[in-house]
């Protein structure tokens, strides 16, 4: 599997705005933060043979695949392989090394609580309900 640093990716789109980044994380994380130049396609609805069908994949043209650290990016590159896909680069450390080197994320306006934290929220308010009630 090939990598690329974060800021050696930085640098190629800085040169070349049409490289297809490919962000696989869930549309919720991608909204909080993301590097500006990505598009964001969950892992789940991934379809390589869609992409590379209506042409916005050739097939010899570099994918760059990114996500939270980077194994959501790996299930990526295997899905893309198993399409006749072998050009894939996995941007190593994913967003959060993009973050830790000083890159440009477009954030949400606003704290966007994550969803984690949001089923802990809900857990933690049933189980008050239910000890309060008996």
Same mark, same amino acid.
């Given at each position: 599997?090939?990598?690329?640093?974060?800021?050696?990716?930085?640098?190629?789109?800085?040169?070349?705005?049409?490289?297809?980044?490919?962000?696989?994380?869930?549309?919720?994380?991608?909204?909080?933060?993301?590097?500006?130049?990505?598009?964001?396609?969950?892992?789940?609805?991934?379809?390589?043979?869609?992409?590379?069908?209506?042409?916005?994949? *050739? #097939?010899?043209? &570099? !994918?760059?695949?990114?996500?939270?650290?980077?194994?959501?990016?790996?299930?990526? /590159?295997?899905?893309? +392989?198993?399409?006749?896909?072998?050009?894939?680069?996995?941007?190593?450390?994913g967003t959060?090394?993009?973050? *830790? #080197?000083?890159? &440009? !994320?477009?954030?949400?306006?606003?704290?966007v609580i994550?969803?984690?934290?949001? /089923?802990?929220?809900? +857990?933690?308010?049933?189980?008050?309900?239910?000890?309060?009630?008996?």
């Amino acid at each position: 599997m090939k990598t690329i640093t974060p800021k050696e990716l930085s640098h190629r789109l800085a040169t070349d705005g049409s490289i297809p980044l490919i962000d696989v994380r869930t549309p919720l994380e991608f909204d909080e933060t993301h590097v500006r130049q990505a598009r964001n396609i969950p892992l789940d609805e991934l379809d390589p043979a869609a992409l590379l069908s209506t042409g916005d994949l *050739a #097939a010899d043209q &570099p !994918v760059y695949l990114l996500c939270r650290s980077g194994q959501r990016a790996a299930k990526a /590159v295997e899905k893309l +392989a198993k399409a006749g896909h072998g050009n894939t680069v996995v941007v190593e450390g994913g967003t959060l090394a993009w973050i *830790a #080197a000083g890159l &440009p !994320v477009e954030n949400a306006p606003g704290k966007v609580i994550s969803l984690e934290r949001q /089923v802990r929220i809900g +857990a933690g308010s049933l189980v008050l309900t239910g000890a309060s009630l008996g």
